[in-house]
Nanobody
Framework: VHVVESGGDSVQAGGSLRLSCAISGYRQWVGCLGWFRQVPGKEREGLAVIRYDDTSTYAESVKGRFTISKDNAKKTLYLQMNALKPEDTALYYC???????????????????WGQGTQVTVSS
């Protein structure tokens, strides 16, 4: 399984970005996809997760500003980020769990496959 993020950039506060995550190397999945972020010296934070049936869950820190979505035909996950703040600056990761889950979790330990991350920098 390969997970590759893209779309990270430097933007000013109040701006928007859309991250993409291309996933390959699997035949079918009935699990979860998620976006996480990490700042040096801090633990990785779960931002948004989406189940194969499009059920989604968001962290309070991004609810109303970030939207997770997926394109099954393109095997791509997205994170639309609006109203960005300087505190959103981090390395953003995509994660993939192909196994069935009744509910997707924002806990990173539940995801077995990860990308290398894409940097988002928000300046004030």
């Amino acid at each position: 399984v390969h997970v590759v993020e893209s779309g990270g950039d430097s933007v000013q506060a109040g701006g928007s970005l859309r991250l993409s995550c291309a996933i390959s190397g699997y035949r079918q999945w009935v699990g979860c996809l998620g976006w996480f972020r990490q700042v040096p010296g801090k633990e990785r934070e779960g931002l948004a997760v989406i189940r194969y049936d499009d059920t989604s869950t968001y962290a309070e820190s991004v609810k109303g500003r970030f939207t997770i979505s997926k394109d099954n035909a393109k095997k791509t996950l997205y994170l639309q980020m609006n109203a960005l703040k300087p505190e959103d600056t981090a390395l953003y990761y995509c994660a993939f769990d192909p196994y069935f889950k009744l509910k997707c979790s924002l806990e990173d330990s539940t995801f077995p496959y990860w990308g290398q991350g894409t940097q988002v920098t928000v300046s004030s």
